[in-house]
């Protein structure tokens, strides 16, 4: 059971009414004029060197979401020519969250290694006709021939070499005849190019790794920059959506789209997510996992689709808050709030009801009859009349929360206290009779009159109670341990700065465990994909990795409001 049900692409209703962004308006454009043939076929291209995150989450909504608008499909392409990083635990969890978030790559399923031999046969073209060379020069030579922004580089020594020898060379290379490091191959562009990417830029190394698809076929690996434009190509996609980090790269995937005179995929450039308090480098992330910051890449903590899945964020919530964010041409910096709201936004309306209580303090209720127990009836969710009701067990003896009591309150003191009455959610109205303490002063336990005729739903007696207080039954409480989870930077830009390690500002309070907690019988059995609301506590979500039937581990997905200090 999850949160949500089937749903459509847009979750606000008012996609219509809403002024189309610039990918829209190119995208209506090229269908006015038939380019393409009508058609919009767009893609997602993740690299399976990690897990994806919130900031990938809105790539996704973006490339599958304006494929479904306008009648398209998506295909999913796993830009996999990097063996000594990937590995198919990403691709498995790749392929999970992108359905979790509710996409389905009705392209098809394809990745840059099902392309090799036709990249392979792009780089011998491009050789023979003396567009690329191999050069002999060791990576560090070739950086200082680059240049500088401004500053013309300098040519190869091998860049003249004879297209006969160049391609005798490159089919050496695949033959794995050179050691790794040995050479390279490059494309013959312009050295003195003001785009530095377009100063002979690199299209094959030597990598002798085992691929974890072509297994050990390949010693010879294409660079991103040339195998990306080209697989865009031969899926024909439309509409090839990036981030605006590759804005300087699209004129080398012209050119080489020029050169090899093949389809001309378009590459239109928008605004990547960039989260506050947050980290979105998939190998700074690898450190925070591999060093045991965090119990893996789906902990509660990261941004991680499989984090926030974790954690008890929906999936609906999260494409809202792409959408709200909008597509722009400009970065910028989003406040984490912004993701809280859109979680508290859609839970409000989905999440069921239940009673927890997390640091319990034994309440009493002396006037009832020891022995009774009686199932009070209360909502599952009033936003939704269609989610019924539940009941659950009262009794004489209750557990209540520590910080519902004072022994000292003044007249703003809305809770229990001596001299105070308080109404039990969905029970009675009780009035304090008393409390005892421990040696060291502290309360053990506490004492009240419930009165008569105060049933919540039939209440005739005419006492006003200010306060409403959540509880459960002592007896039929279940014990559950409890994670607070905050942000794990306390720094708004924990990678600002070069020269500091951003491990440095990893937030100390980003994880509390409560052991101990009471929760109401219906959660001992609480699965993973639901996501409660604890009255008057905040959202909750059994854990995925911790939780057990009969001994639930609860995560805090998101307080009931922001209440973050940072």
Known sequence: MSNEAAHPVSDSGSEERKSLNFIEQKIEADLAAGKHGGKVITRFPPEPNGYLHIGHAKAICVSFGLAAKYGGVTNLRFDDTNPEKEDTEYVNSIREDIAWLGFDWKGGEFYTSDYFEQLYAFALQLIDE????????????????????????????????????????????????????????????DMAHPNMLMRDPLMYRIKFAHHHRTGDAWCIYPMYDFAHGQSDSIEHITHSLCSLE?????????????????????????????????????????????????????????????????????????????????????????????????????LNRVAPRAMAVLRPLKLVVVNYPEDQVEWMETVVNPEDESAGTRTMPFGRELWMEQDDFRVEANKKWFRLAPGKTVRLKSAFIVEYVDHLTNDEGEVTEVHVRYIE?????????????????????????????????????????????????????????????????????LLAEAAPGITYQFTRLGYFAADSKHSKPGAPVFNRAVTLKDGWKG
């Open 130 to 189: 003396g567009k690329a060379y191999v050069d002999d020069q060791t990576p560090e030579a070739i950086a200082a021939q680059k240049g500088a922004p401004g500053v013309p580089g300098t040519n190869s020594p091998f860049r003249d070499r004879t297209p006969a020898e160049n391609r005798a060379l490159f089919e050496q290379m695949r033959a794995g005849q050179f050691p790794e490091g040995a050479c390279v191959l490059r494309a013959k562009i």
């Open 246 to 346: 590759f804005e300087n790269h699209r004129p080398l995937y012209n050119w080489f789209i020029e050169q090899l005179g093949i389809y001309p995929s378009e590459q239109t450039e928008f605004a990547r997510l960039n989260l506050n308090y947050t980290i979105m480098s998939k190998r700074k992330l690898l450190r925070l996992v591999q060093e045991g910051v965090v119990d893996g890449w789906d902990d509660p903590r990261m941004p991680t689709i499989s984090g926030l899945r974790r954690r008890g964020f929906t999936p609906a919530s999260i494409r809202n808050f792409a959408d709200r964010v909008g597509v722009a041409k400009r970065n910028n910096v989003i406040d984490f709030s912004l993701l809280e709201w859109a979680l508290r936004d859609d």
């Open 453 to 521: 005729n105060s049933r919540s739903g039939q209440d005739t007696s005419g006492v006003k109670a200010k306060g409403t207080l959540h509880w459960v039954h002592a007896g039929h409480a279940v014990d559950a341990e409890v994670r607070l989870y905050d942000r794990l930077f306390s720094e708004p830009s924990p990678d600002k700065d070069s020269e500091v390690d951003f491990m440095e500002y990893l937030n100390p309070d980003s994880l509390e465990i409560i052991q101990g907690a009471k929760v109401e019988p």
